[in-house]
């Protein structure tokens, strides 16, 4: 399973991090993935990383702003959020697809 946490309120312009905790499959031989859903409109891939932190890849949206990276001995990845903006209000939802395994999501409000 895939828990997120650190959800929460932020002003725009400040920082969170996203934490997602895996178990139950062989968390290193993945690939993982952060998504987002905002009210009212479609999920979408927020950032990936490869299994071995190889290669990371960004929506155009938060490049430059968000950083993904894991604990491959934790079995963790983690999603840095800074300089928020409000529109990044949204649920998000870390995700194995190779095994089809979601988290549940955290909600992340950006606003002042």
């Known amino acids: 399973q895939l828990v997120e946490s650190g959800g929460g309120l932020v002003q725009p312009g400040g920082s969170l991090s996203l934490s997602c905790a895996a178990s139950?499959?062989?968390?290193?031989?993945?690939?993982m993935h952060w998504f987002r859903q905002a009210p009212g409109k479609e999920r979408e891939l927020v950032a990936f990383?490869?299994?071995?932190?190889?290669?990371?890849t960004y929506t155009k949206s938060v490049k430059g702003r968000f950083t993904i990276s894991r604990d491959n001995g934790k079995s963790t990845v983690f999603l840095q959020m800074d300089n928020l903006k409000p529109e990044g209000t949204a649920v998000y939802y870390c995700?194995?697809?190779?095994?089809?395994?979601w988290g549940q999501g955290t909600l992340v409000t950006v606003s002042s």
């Open positions: 139950g499959f062989t968390f290193s031989s993945y690939a």
């Open positions: 990383i490869t299994s071995t932190s190889s290669s990371t």
């Open positions: 995700a194995a697809p190779g095994i089809n395994l």
